[in-house]
Nanobody, 127 residues
Framework: QVQLVESGGGLVQTGGSLRLSCAAS????????MGWFRQAPGKERESVAG????????YYADSVKGRFTVSRDNGKNTVYLQMNSLKPEDTAVYYC????????????????????WGQGTQVTVSS
């Protein structure tokens, strides 16, 4: 069992930056692939970024490539999402998720591939 707690959300102006953190409980964090998803009001949840268990492979949605960076620190049981050049369309609740399967480019964006989810953190980008 893994428990995930996101933090770092908030209100920021267009062009600003935020860094989200997701702290995981349990000693097996380093064996999980991790992902970030988001859900805006009235929209479906969408994938944002994914990272392999080692941190050696990262994946991004086209909408955030070049602006967002996903990373992890297995020693701290934490995964991060650095968000730069934020836009109003990035406004959403952001969720981190953990998968005990290895995730490759063909699966990282599938919410069904993840086994555990955090409660989410709100990110609001004002125009």
């Amino acid at each position: 069992q893994v428990q995930l707690v996101e933090s770092g959300g908030g209100l920021v102006q267009t062009g600003g930056s935020l860094r989200l953190s997701c702290a995981a409980s349990g000693s097996t964090f380093s064996t999980y692939a991790m992902g970030w998803f988001r859900q805006a009001p009235g929209k479906e949840r969408e994938s944002v970024a994914g990272v392999s268990w080692s941190g050696g492979s990262t994946y991004y949605a086209d909408s955030v490539k070049g602006r967002f960076t996903v990373s992890r620190d297995n020693g701290k049981n934490t995964v991060y999402l650095q968000m730069n050049s934020l836009k109003p369309e990035d406004t959403a609740v952001y969720y981190c998720a953990a998968s005990y399967q290895p995730l490759y480019s063909s699966k990282w964006y599938l919410s069904g591939a993840y086994n555990y989810w955090g409660q989410g953190t709100q990110v609001t980008v004002s125009s």
